[in-house]
């Protein structure tokens, strides 16, 4: 089992920047595939990035290329969200997800271990 805790979620003005920090635990070697999604209040858990192990293969969603980066650091398991220039509709809870799939996977069945989410809220 993998075991991801999410941090670093908050309230900020739009414009602002903040950074998203997801620590794995347990069976690390099943992280091959880090990714995260959100979901807005009624709507679906969405993709918005995910990486390979070796950081070779990112993939962004368009609604957030050239504003959000992510990153991962293996030696301490944890995979970043860098979000800048935040936008009101960025607004979500923002879940960190894992699997140990060689390809990377923008849907929610591509990945079998899930965080507990963080809220991110952009206001106007």
């Known amino acids: 089992q993998v075991q991801l805790v999410e941090s670093g979620g908050g309230l900020v003005q739009a414009g602002g920047s903040l950074r998203l920090s997801c620590a794995a635990s347990?069976?690390?070697?099943?992280?091959?595939?880090m990714g995260w999604f959100r979901q807005a209040p009624g709507k679906e858990r969405v993709f918005v990035a995910a990486i390979n192990r070796n950081g070779a293969t990112i993939v962004y969603a368009d609604s957030v290329k050239g504003r959000f980066a992510i990153s991962r650091d293996n030696a301490k398991n944890t995979v970043y969200l860098q979000m800048n220039t935040l936008k009101p509709e960025d607004t979500a809870v923002y879940y960190c997800a894992a699997d140990r799939a060689l390809v990377v996977g923008r849907g929610t069945l591509d990945y079998d271990y899930w965080g507990q989410g963080t809220q991110v809220t952009v206001s106007s």
């Open positions: 347990g069976r690390t070697a099943s992280t091959s595939i």
